[in-house]
C-alpha cells in the first residue's frame, strides 16, 4: 500500500514540475524556446518536438540550431556561471531529494518490496532496419538515439554505412518512417508486430512433458526452449549431485534482489604433472533479454558432464568454469515483466544525483525527472560496470544517466552481480587461460580493446587464435562470423568485462562472442536454433581450448 501511495504522490509531484516550467517565462543560457504544455514530451528529430498521448500528434517547431546545443553541450559548457539550466537542476534536485527524504520516513524504503508491474506488451511494436550510407546519416540517427523518446529503442549503434536495427511503438511508427524519408535513409521492416514473435519465440512446456523429462533424464531442461533461471540452477544442482567427482557447484555471490549467482567448475582432477590445470572461464545472461548467451552456455554444461567421455582430452588439459546467467534478476525480469529488458534490476537513489548532473539540457532533465518519479530508471548495464576505463562516456558506448539502457552504474563495480564475477575471477587469475563472454547478437567474435580504436601489443596473436575458432564454427553449419576489434566492428564501449578480464585480471585470451542471428529476429532467436547456435560456437570454443591450453 505505501507503494502505491507513493506512486500516487510522486505522479503528482512531477506533474506539477512540468506545469510550473511552462509558467516560466524567461530564456535559458542558449537562447532556447521551450513549448511547454501538460503532456509528454519526446524528441523524434532535429527540429521537431513530438507530444505524446495521443494518435494525432502534434509538432512543434525547434530552430535545428538550438536543438545541436542543448544535445551537445559539453562538460567545459556547463562549469560557465550563470545559466537557467543549471538552477533548474539544482532545484530539481533539491526538492528531489527533500520529498524523497521526507516520503521515506512518512511510509518506509521501497527497496524490500519485489517492483510492482504487469507484464510489457509490445503489440504492433516494429522492429525496422536502417541503412545510413553517409556521416549524416549517422548523425541524424545518433541525434534521434540520444534524445531517447520513451518508444524508439536503438538495438544496434548507428554508423555509417552499418545497418542499426530499431524497435518503434505503433504510435510512432508513421512519423519516424516519415522522418526516415525525409532524411534520405533506408529502411525495412524486419518484425511487423513484435508481440507475436515474442509469443511464437519460446514453445510451451505442459507439466507432463517436464515429469517426462525428469523421470527420463533425471533433470527439466531441454535446449528446445529456453528456460526460466530456476530451472537453470535446478540443472547444475543435478550435474553437482549426479556427477560430484567432475563438478563443483559454487554460488560466487547474491544478485540485487537476493538470488544466489551459481557457477560451475567442471575439472577432472590435477594434471598429470600433479599441478592445477589451466582453466577456461565462460560467462554469459550479462544482458538479460540475450536468452542465446544462456542456452547456448548450459549446452556446453552438458556437453563437458553429461557426456564427458567424448571430451576426455578437453577434461585432461583444463578446467572450465561455467557461469550461465550473471545477469539472474534482469534474466527473470525477461520472463515475467519486460522481454526486452537489459540491465540489472538495482536501484541505487541518491547514488544517482552525480550522474544526474551531467545532463544539462532541460528538456532531457525533465524527461529524466518524469521517468524517475515514475520509478522507471531501474538497472545498471553489467558490460559497462567493470572497473577498467569506466564510465568514459564520450567515444565510451556508455551512459551515465540512470534511465538509458547503457547507464554505467554511479560507480565500478556498483553491482553485486559484476563484483562477484570480477572477486571470483582475480581469485583465480593465475589458472584462467581465457575469458569468454558470450553475447548476442550479430555474429562476430570480438578481440580488445574495446574502449579505443588501439590494439593491445599482443593483437596479432589474439587474432590468430580467434581466427581458427571462427573457422571451425563455419564448418558446423556454414555460419560466418566477423572477426575484429569490439571498437572497430561495433563501437567504443568502456567498462566491459571482456577489457577489464584482460587489462586488470591480466588473462591473455580475452574475448567476447556474439552469438546468432544478424538481425532477422535479432534478441528473439527462435528456440529452434538454440542447438545449431550451440553446436557450432562449442566447435569453435573447443578449437580456442586446445590453442590455449595445449595441443591435444
Request: net charge neutral; proline share 4%.
Amino acid at each position: 500500500m505505501a507503494v502505491d501511495v507513493l506512486s500516487i504522490l510522486r505522479l503528482g509531484f512531477s506533474l506539477s514540475i512540468v506545469v510550473s516550467l511552462s509558467l516560466i517565462d524567461c530564456k535559458p543560457a542558449h537562447d532556447f524556446e521551450l513549448f511547454m504544455q501538460e503532456k509528454n514530451y519526446s524528441f523524434l528529430n532535429e527540429g521537431n518536438l513530438f507530444v505524446e498521448g495521443r494518435r494525432d500528434i502534434e509538432r512543434y517547431q525547434i530552430p535545428s540550431k538550438h536543438l545541436n546545443e542543448t544535445t551537445n553541450t559539453s562538460t567545459h559548457e556547463t562549469k560557465r556561471g550563470f545559466s537557467f539550466v543549471d538552477i533548474v537542476e539544482s532545484v530539481f534536485s533539491v526538492v528531489a531529494n527533500g520529498f524523497g527524504s521526507l516520503m521515506t520516513s512518512i511510509i518506509g524504503t521501497e527497496k524490500s518490496s519485489k517492483p510492482r508491474s504487469n507484464r510489457v506488451s509490445y503489440k504492433n511494436y516494429q522492429l525496422i532496419r536502417l541503412y545510413p550510407n553517409t556521416e549524416t546519416h549517422a548523425k541524424d540517427l545518433k541525434e534521434l538515439m540520444d534524445s531517447e523518446p520513451e518508444y524508439i529503442k536503438f538495438w544496434t549503434m548507428p554508423m555509417n554505412n552499418k545497418t542499426t536495427d530499431v524497435v518503434v511503438s505503433p504510435d510512432l511508427v508513421s512519423d519516424v518512417k516519415t522522418f526516415l524519408r525525409s532524411k534520405g535513409i533506408d529502411f525495412t521492416v524486419l518484425i511487423s508486430d513484435l508481440q507475436k514473435t515474442i509469443a511464437h519465440q519460446n514453445p510451451k512446456m505442459s507439466k507432463e512433458q517436464r515429469e517426462d523429462l525428469v523421470n527420463t533424464h533425471g533433470h527439466s531442461m531441454t535446449w528446445k526452449r529456453y528456460h526460466r533461471y530456476g530451472d537453470i540452477a535446478r540443472y547444475m544442482d543435478y550435474l553437482a549431485f549426479r556427477y560430484p567427482s567432475l563438478v563443483e557447484l559454487i554460488t560466487i555471490g547474491h544478485s540485487y534482489e537476493g538470488q544466489p549467482i551459481k557457477m560451475v567448475k567442471i575439472s577432472s582432477g590435477l594434471a598429470k604433472d600433479g599441478y592445477d590445470k589451466p582453466a577456461i572461464w565462460i560467462d554469459a545472461g550479462m544482458h538479460a533479454r540475450e536468452w542465446i548467451s544462456s542456452a547456448v552456455a548450459t549446452y556446453i554444461m552438458s556437453q563437458l558432464v553429461e557426456k564427458n567421455t567424448s571430451y576426455s582430452k578437453l577434461l585432461d588439459n583444463a578446467d572450465w568454469m561455467i557461469l550461465p546467467v550473471a545477469n539472474p534478476d534482469g534474466y527473470e525480469f525477461t520472463h515475467i515483466g519486460d522481454r526486452l529488458w537489459r540491465k540489472t534490476r538495482s536501484n541505487h537513489g541518491d547514488d544517482q544525483d552525480d550522474s544526474r548532473q551531467s545532463h544539462s539540457s532541460l528538456l532531457q532533465l525533465v524527461s529524466h525527472y518524469t521517468r524517475w518519479f515514475w520509478g522507471k530508471c531501474e538497472g545498471v548495464d553489467p558490460n559497462r560496470n567493470f572497473g577498467y576505463h569506466w564510465g568514459e562516456v564520450e567515444e565510451g558506448g556508455a551512459s551515465l544517466d540512470p534511465c538509458h539502457e547503457t547507464y554505467a552504474g554511479p560507480h565500478a563495480f556498483s553491482e553485486p552481480e559484476t563484483k562477484a564475477m570480477a572477486e571470483y575471477i582475480l581469485t583465480n587469475k593465475q589458472s584462467i587461460r581465457m575469458y569468454l563472454t558470450l553475447h548476442s547478437y550479430s555474429q562476430m567474435w570480438l578481440v580488445p580493446w574495446g574502449y579505443t580504436h588501439s590494439k593491445p601489443s599482443d593483437y596479432s596473436e589474439l587474432m590468430g587464435a580467434a581466427r581458427k575458432a571462427v573457422g571451425a564454427i563455419s564448418k558446423v553449419h556454414g555460419t560466418n562470423y566477423q572477426l575484429g576489434p569490439s571498437a572497430d566492428l561495433l563501437y567504443p564501449t568502456s567498462g566491459a568485462s571482456d577489457d577489464w578480464a584482460k587489462g586488470v585480471a591480466g588473462i591473455k585470451y580475452a574475448y567476447t562472442v556474439e552469438l546468432r542471428d544478424r538481425g532477422t529476429y535479432g534478441f528473439l532467436l527462435p528456440a529452434n536454433q538454440i542447438v545449431p547456435t550451440a553446436r557450432e560456437i562449442w566447435a569453435g570454443i573447443r578449437m580456442m581450448a586446445r590453442l590455449v591450453t595445449c595441443n591435444t
